[in-house]
């Protein structure tokens, strides 16, 4: 278990950007890869993006790839989601976990995008 506290969320209209960010407790989060998912009303989890242990491998879902961007820093325990031009259809509560087995999920982040 890797115990995990996902903030960064808030509302914003479309077009524009949030920073999310994920902080891991314990000493192990530089062996994980981690990924960002997101749940929208109504809808399952989805997969957003995930980056290797090491930073040398990232990948985005179709749908926000060219607006998102996942990166992490092991010294902080903290993975980030930078996330541009948003649009509507992003809305969600946004969590991070390992990937790709995932832990306990915590309690997430809410994204809102207004028109």
């Known amino acids: 278990q890797v115990p995990l506290v996902e903030s960064g969320g808030g509302l914003v209209q479309a077009g524009g950007s949030l920073r999310l960010s994920c902080t891991v407790s314990?000493?192990?989060?530089?062996?994980?890869?981690m990924g960002w998912f997101r749940q929208a009303p109504g809808k399952e989890r989805e997969f957003v993006a995930r980056?290797?242990?090491?930073?040398?491998?990232?990948s985005l879902a179709n749908s926000v790839k060219g607006r998102f961007t996942i990166s992490r820093d092991n010294a902080k325990n903290t993975v980030y989601l930078q996330m541009n031009s948003l649009k509507v259809e992003d809305t969600a509560v946004y969590y991070c976990?390992?990937?790709?087995?995932?832990?306990?999920w915590g309690q997430g982040t809410q994204v809102t995008v207004s028109s």
């Open positions: 314990g000493r192990t989060f530089s062996i994980y890869d």
């Open positions: 980056i290797s242990w090491d930073s040398s491998r990232t």
């Open positions: 976990n390992t990937y790709p087995s995932v832990g306990s």
